[in-house]
């Protein structure tokens, strides 16, 4: 693909799409021709500034974000309720409350509630406010 966009995204949807190769417009006609002939080999070509993102994103990957259900019971959590307590409150199983807790832990990297909510205020995924 050759393109002027160096969006993650965007590489990401034509590596998808079956791109063997992704250059920007502004690569030289060497690196072209040279991109051209390797992705024809079957090897995988990337314009330096696209390797250079894609690195740094698997090197500083972005937190899973809570879902909203998530950060509802962790807003629960720290109010003070039970888990039979969040539960009822939202209408849902004692058991959904702990699916929800378990993969709020996961994504943040915790393992218990007090850590999870303590965690979830630092990055500001729940109000500082929640427990009042």
């Known amino acids: 693909m050759l393109t002027t966009y160096e969006f993650d995204v965007d590489v ?4 998808e799409a079956g791109a063997t190769g992704y250059l920007l ?4 006609r060497a690196d072209l021709l040279g991109a051209i002939r390797a ?3 079957g090897e995988t070509v990337l314009s330096p500034k696209v390797a250079t993102r894609l690195l740094n994103r698997m090197r500083h990957p972005k937190q899973d974000a809570l879902s909203p259900r998530e950060a509802n019971v962790l ?6 309720m039970s888990n039979p307590d969040i539960g009822r409150t939202l209408a849902i199983t004692e058991a959904t409350v702990k699916t929800h807790l378990l993969r709020a832990f996961a994504k ?3 393992s218990d509630r007090t850590a999870a909510v ?5 990055l500001a995924l729940i109000p500082p406010d929640a427990g009042t």
């Not at 417009?25 to 030289?28: A, Q, R, V, Y």
């Not at 807003?75 to 003070?80: D, Q």
């Open 108 to 110: 943040l990297g915790v």
């Open 118 to 122: 303590t965690k979830a205020m630092s």
């Open 25 to 28: 417009k502004d690569s030289s």
């Open 12 to 15: 990401l949807r034509a590596v």
């Open 39 to 41: 992705a024809a080999r």
């Open 75 to 80: 807003r629960l959590v720290a109010a003070g």
